[in-house]
T-cell receptor, first 110, second 115 residues
Framework: SQQGEEDPQALSIQEGENATMNCSYKTSINNLQWYRQNSGRGLVHLILIRSNEREKHSGRLRVTLDTSKKSSSLLITASRAADTASYFCATGRNTDKLIFGTGTRLQVFP | DTAVSQTPKYLVTQMGNDKSIKCEQNLGHDTMYWYKQDSKKFLKIMFSYNNKELIINETVPNRFSPKSPDKAHLNLHINSLELGDSAVYFC??????????????FGEGSRLTVL
């Protein structure tokens, strides 16, 4: 069964605004990752947060993880038109596979 | 240099045909995957190989047969194609074997359309 669900399914904002996406999952994990997919392209890894971490930053990205609530959020600050893409969370356990969420489609208008 | 490359990028074929998609990675990774992404962008793992050994086979019809001639290549052969097989198929690779060890590197995808 699908591990993660993302919220919202779609998000439209203006350049310069912040974008927040949420991911919820069902079972225990070792890590949670976020990926970006531009239209017609493959997925690109953005950031990984381990189950013993609560927050992680990478450039304009901020990821939080709350294992008690089985949820994570991805914040993109000062968004740009180039951030327009679909964003997926993916969870990993001690089995050799990542399970992806349903994705959030982000549209950033110039 | 492309890290994970898939061919073909587009594939249009009739129901009942057999087709193959090829994948190669030049990253020296040990593990390779096939994922299927449907029209709703839902991404689901199909197979995983580690050093030519099949380690994950998710409930995929046996019309789908992966083949890994060496650890840098993972091909996907599909027999008797059905309309429901239409999707984008992604190849991916990573170092090590454990899912928690790091990121996946994806190819650009192969869009299969079955008519």
């Amino acid at each position: 069964s699908q591990q993660g669900e993302e919220d919202p399914q779609a998000l439209s904002i203006q350049e310069g605004e912040n974008a927040t996406m949420n991911c919820s999952y069902k079972t225990s994990i070792n890590n949670l990752q976020w990926y970006r997919q531009n239209s017609g392209r493959g997925l690109v890894h953005l950031i990984l947060i381990r189950s013993n971490e609560r927050e992680k930053h990478s450039g304009r990205l901020r990821v939080t993880l709350d294992t008690s609530k089985k949820s994570s959020s991805l914040l993109i600050t000062a968004s740009r038109a180039a951030d327009t893409a679909s964003y997926f969370c993916a969870t990993g356990r001690n089995t050799d596979k990542l399970i992806f969420g349903t994705g959030t489609r982000l549209q950033v208008f110039p | 240099d492309t890290a994970v490359s898939q061919t073909p990028k587009y594939l249009v074929t009739q129901m009942g045909n057999d087709k193959s998609i090829k994948c190669e990675q030049n990253l020296g990774h040990d593990t390779m995957y096939w994922y299927k992404q449907d029209s709703k962008k839902f991404l689901k793992i199909m197979f995983s190989y580690n050093n030519k050994e099949l380690i994950i086979n998710e409930t995929v019809p046996n019309r789908f047969s992966p083949k890994s001639p060496d650890k840098a290549h993972l091909n996907l052969h599909i027999n008797s194609l059905e309309l429901g097989d239409s999707a984008v198929y992604f190849c991916a690779s990573k170092t090590g074997r454990q899912a928690g060890a790091g990121e996946l590197f994806f190819g650009e995808g192969s869009r299969l359309t079955v008519l």
